[in-house]
């Protein structure tokens, strides 16, 4: 199948001097590399899973995926149209096919609309349905989510978390996207309606055709959901393959301790020794030389700390950033 969406070398760095961060800095010249030059590719129908810690720049990904946040540098083809060169009206076209969910799903709604306005507003932005057909194609996808006609004149605040992110869900895919970043859509919600939203995610997907960046910071979700996992630490992404080769046979130390961390993952047979990574993510001020992650590697050695590793295909479909890896597999047994 091929790729909807391919994405090469994307760079995002904020400027620290905006905002009250910047100005409690005040050191002119001051960047923040939330994204470190990342290359990925998603194909049609297909769920593309990334993890990392927060603050590794996943979110941030996401956004500049739909051009939220304005890339720095870097190109996004979008089913073959590099989206980062499109002017405002070609990006608004464009956008009723690109969607996002968000984590927070009751900060993500206006508390003083309706959910009838709510999820009728991006129709009404792009002028696509009004009158009695709005309305219809409102009831619809609201019955496609699990809620119904009686919802159309409640307010947020009466609903449940769970119900919030449906709510959420229905004015993301009001518009027939064919792709949708899900950015922790499930983090916010208790165990038991994670479940419940994700089952709701994966029918919409299989049903509608939809393909999916689901982003988390929890391995197990990502495990369930995925197709292909990627795996990001400072901006970067340090590990990428088919959700079982990840899972089975992780080489990135990386991706190892964050697999060690869960007793027990749907996908994988493999038990392991837990894995404790030390301090904290470094600031994306100030990076470390060379790997990234050599801080807090326990296998890190002295070309870590001198020379970045590029990430590289390792067995056809898996690829990490170490040194200490090769198309034989991981040495050093982490
Ligand atoms: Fe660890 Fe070195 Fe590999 Fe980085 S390159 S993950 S520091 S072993």
Redesign the pocket.
Known sequence: MSDLLRVTGLVKHFDARRGVFGRMLGNPGILVQAVNGVDLNIGAGKTLGLIGESGCGKSTLGRALLRLHEPTSGEISFDGTDITTLDATALKAMRQRMQIIFQDPYASLNPRRTVGEIVAKPLQIHKLASGSELKDRVVSILNRVGLNSSHLNRYPHQFSGGQRQRIGIARALIMNPKFVVCDEPVSALDVSIQAQIIELLDDLKQELGLTYLFISHDISVIGYVSDRIAVMYMGKIVEEGETSEVLENPM???TKALLSSVPHLEKSTTRRDRIRLKGDLPSPINPPKG?K??TR?P???DI?RQKE?ALELLNGTQSAA???TSADGPK?GV
Request: with cysteine; hydrophobic share 30%.
């Open positions: 990135h130390p990386y790997c992650f050599h590697c296998l890190a050695i870590c590793p170490c040194h200490l050093g």
